[in-house]
Structures are given as structure tokens and as C-alpha cells.
């Protein structure tokens, strides 16, 4: 089973050579390793080229995020496993094997996500997608280990392999052809929880996305995007609601939408009230962007397979911030 991890890099020297000796010393005779890069104007290319030869490198023409920079890339990679690594992780001895076996036995999983522990704390799972991540019925994400904001400690209570919804950016495997057959990425997204909605197409023709628990790496988190950036804020909100107008089952289309335009504007109040308007104005641009979107999103929908149902729990919004559940297995 031939493999592939695929770094995208843009002006990343830095974390380059913080990261990549791990990746190369960990994956020998088990996967080539590639960096994409996204047109970087720094010394990235040269720097990999004089240390790490058997590195190969894909140049993309343009810098276009995350999703089209893996798009571009992939197009001219052959293998039947993809991993997709952000440039900010480092992953650990034997951390390919549990993860290959699980492809190898399961024809049906199409996508796998190891564990993802916070490399500046690494006794807690990392905000990005920590024990594997999931939806609500509003379509808001969050994970086993991360419920918003909080982060639990790894107590070894997700060393299991498990079905999940969705598996995060920073490092998520999957099969070339299921790639490939969904046309990789949606790249209007750009960047942030495109993941999410590959997760949600794969299910949607039939493929599981699974967590291996025994595989762990750990990642940085916000190397290209501070979680206090407000175009992170923009981002996610934007794309939380492209990923609902484009996934939700049909007998909840028009209530979740509604819903999302209600609880959104709550957020942006939240955020005045934080003395972070910057943050509330980010919400505003995300839903004026979501509006101008959406027959182009509607359009999307009515292409796809059937919908996956997706209510695993009915609301994270009101559980964490109105009952104070703040860990997954308190979750109703």
C-alpha cells in the first residue's frame, strides 16, 4: 500500500526545520514524503533541498489556502494513501503502522485521524481535532477531548480505534481514490473545516472516517492562524454555514438555518460584551459572504449523494454554555 505524506508549506522555513526531521526519521520505508508548496517567497525549497534530499517537492504556482493547495498538489502524486500533515506537527515512532493496518482491514474506511495532543502541553489533546471531531445538530463541530475551549487531559481514555464524524486538517489520511472520486476540497472554503465537509461527502457515499487511538502526534496549533485572529473567526463561522446549506439532511434544512442566523448574532453579542468587536464585525463579513454564497452553495447541495444524518447530540451550544457539560462524555 503505497503512501504518501504531503506537507503544505507557504513561507514555513522555520517550521520546516523545527518539524520535518520527525516526520522523515518516523516514516522511512513506510511512505514518501512531499512538501507542497504554496509559492512561498521565502527559502523554503532551497533549505529542503540542501537537507533533506529524499524530500520531494510539488510547486504550486499560487498560494491557495489549504484546499487548493492540496488540490494542485495532489494531482500529480501517486499513491493509495494520502496523508495529509500540517507543517506544524511532529509526529512519533511507529505512528504510520496502527493507521495503515486499519486501512488494510477495512475496505470501508476511507478516512483515519490519529490522535492529536498539544505540542506546547502534551499531557492535553489539541484544540484542532483532539480524539476525533463531530457535529451537532446546528452543525457547530467539536471533538472527544475538546468541547469548545476546553481541553481535557490525556488520561489514555481515547487510546481506542472508533467511528467518528469528522477527522481534523492536521493530520488526516485517506484513501487517493475516495480523493479523487469527491474532487479533494471544496476550495471556496479556502481554509478551515473543509475537512469537515470532505468528512461529510465521504460518509455520504458510503465510507467510514475513523480515530486510531494508538497513533499520536502532536501539533502546534494556530502556526498559520491565531485562534484570536478574527479572520479565523471569519473563517470558521463562514464555513460552519456553507457546511450546513451544503450537508444537512433536507427535514432539517430550513430549521438549522434559521436557528444558525439566531445563535451567530448571539455570538457576536457575546463577543461585544467581551470588548472583542473586532470579532463580532468578523461574524457580520462571514454572514454577508454566507448570503452572497448561497444558491452557489444550494447549487452544491442538490449535486450530492444522500445526506448523512448527523444529530449525534442535539445541541453543544446549549450543553456547554447553558448546562456546563464541558467534556465529551457528559454530552446528552
Known amino acids: 500500500m503505497k503512501t504518501a505524506i504531503v506537507i503544505l508549506n507557504w513561507n514555513g522555513q522555520k517550521l520546516l526545520e523545527q518539524f520535518l526531521p520527525s516526520v522523515v526519521n518516523f516514516s522511512q520505508n513506510e511512505a514518501d514524503v512531499y512538501v507542497a508548496d504554496n509559492a512561498s517567497t521565502d527559502s523554503s525549497i532551497t533549505y529542503i533541498k540542501e537537507h533533506?534530499?529524499?524530500?520531494?517537492?510539488?510547486?504550486?504556482?499560487i498560494n491557495g489556502g489549504y484546499a487548493k493547495g492540496y488540490n494542485d498538489a495532489l494531482q500529480s502524486i501517486?499513491?493509495?494513501?494520502?496523508?495529509?500533515?500540517?507543517?506544524?506537527?511532529?509526529?512519533?515512532?511507529?505512528?504510520?503502522?496502527?493507521?495503515?493496518?486499519?486501512?488494510?482491514?477495512?475496505?470501508?474506511?476511507?478516512?483515519?485521524?490519529p490522535k492529536l495532543l498539544d505540542f506546547k502541553d502534551k499531557t492535553k489533546f489539541e484544540y484542532a481535532g483532539a480524539a476525533g471531531g463531530f457535529v451537532d445538530l446546528y452543525g457547530y463541530p467539536y471533538c472527544r477531548g475538546r468541547v469548545f475551549n476546553n481541553l481535557e487531559i490525556d488520561n489514555n481514555q481515547f487510546n481506542d480505534i472508533s467511528e467518528i464524524f469528522w477527522a481534523s486538517g492536521a493530520c488526516l489520511f485517506i484513501r487517493s481514490k475516495v480523493y479523487h472520486q469527491l474532487g479533494g476540497f471544496d476550495e471556496d472554503y479556502f481554509a478551515h473545516q473543509e475537512e469537515i465537509d470532505l468528512c461529510w461527502r465521504t460518509q455520504n457515499i458510503g465510507y467510514k472516517v475513523k480515530y486510531i487511538?494508538?497513533?499520536?502526534?502532536?501539533?502546534?496549533?494556530?502556526?498559520?492562524?491565531?485562534e484570536t485572529n478574527p479572520h479565523k473567526t471569519y473563517l470558521n463561522f463562514r464555513n460552519s454555514l456553507l457546511n450546513v446549506v451544503k450537508n444537512v439532511p433536507t427535514r432539517w434544512f430550513l430549521f438549522v438555518v434559521f436557528s444558525r442566523l439566531i445563535l451567530d448574532g448571539i455570538a457576536g453579542i457575546k463577543f461585544l460584551f467581551e470588548l472583542r468587536p473586532i470579532h463580532t464585525w468578523a461574524i457580520i463579513k462571514a454572514h454577508f459572504s454566507f448570503y452572497k454564497n448561497f444558491f452557489k452553495f444550494l447549487g452544491k447541495r442538490r449535486k450530492l449523494h444522500k445526506k448523512q444524518n448527523y444529530n449525534l447530540h442535539t445541541s453543544i451550544v446549549w450543553q456547554?454554555?447553558?448546562?456546563?457539560?464541558n467534556r465529551f462524555e457528559e454530552l446528552r
Open 213 to 226: 487511538g494508538t497513533s499520536t502526534v502532536y501539533h502546534v496549533g494556530g502556526a498559520t492562524l491565531q
Open 52 to 61: 533533506f534530499p529524499t524530500v520531494k517537492i510539488v510547486e504550486n504556482t
Open 320 to 325: 456547554y454554555f447553558a448546562l456546563g457539560r
Open 78 to 113: 501517486e499513491a493509495d494513501i494520502y496523508c495529509l500533515l500540517n507543517s506544524d506537527v511532529e509526529v512519533t515512532k511507529n505512528w504510520l503502522q496502527p493507521v495503515l493496518y486499519v486501512f488494510k482491514n477495512d475496505k470501508k474506511t476511507a478516512i483515519i485521524q
